[in-house]
Nanobody, 125 residues
Framework: QVQLVESGGGLVQTGGSLRLSCEVS????????MGWFRQAPGKERVLVAS????????YYLDSVKGRFTIARDNARNTVYLQMNTVTPEDTAVYYC??????????????????WGQGTQVTVSS
């Protein structure tokens, strides 16, 4: 059964750090691209970062470049999102997702076949 399980969300102060984890089933982890999306209240779900199977190529949303880092540990079937220097604008539910498409083609919700349940990140000012 395909499963993605996120963890690591919570409440953090502005300027702080948080690391999200996404543990995936072995079959899911064979997917080409893994991504982290976020959805703030009243807003669309957007791709924050993505990474290819080898880990050699990544994508970041402009507003998180230099602050967030995506990584994957293939031995542990886990994808991480390290969030540094967070601001209240980073407050959202964060979702892990798996895509069968190459990274440059996996930019929207419709490009990802499997999703986790989401984890809440709240940044206090």
């Amino acid at each position: 059964q395909v499963q993605l399980v996120e963890s690591g969300g919570g409440l953090v102060q502005t300027g702080g750090s948080l690391r999200l984890s996404c543990e995936v089933s072995e079959r899911t982890f064979s997917y080409i691209t893994m991504g982290w999306f976020r959805q703030a209240p009243g807003k669309e779900r957007v791709l924050v970062a993505s990474i290819v199977r080898s880990g050699g190529t990544t994508y970041y949303l402009d507003s998180v470049k230099g602050r967030f880092t995506i990584a994957r540990d293939n031995a542990r079937n886990t994808v991480y999102l390290q969030m540094n220097t967070v601001t209240p604008e980073d407050t959202a539910v964060y979702y892990c997702a798996a895509s069968q498409f190459a990274l440059q083609f996996a930019k929207g919700i419709k490009d990802y076949a499997y999703w986790g349940q989401g984890t809440q990140v709240t940044v206090s000012s």
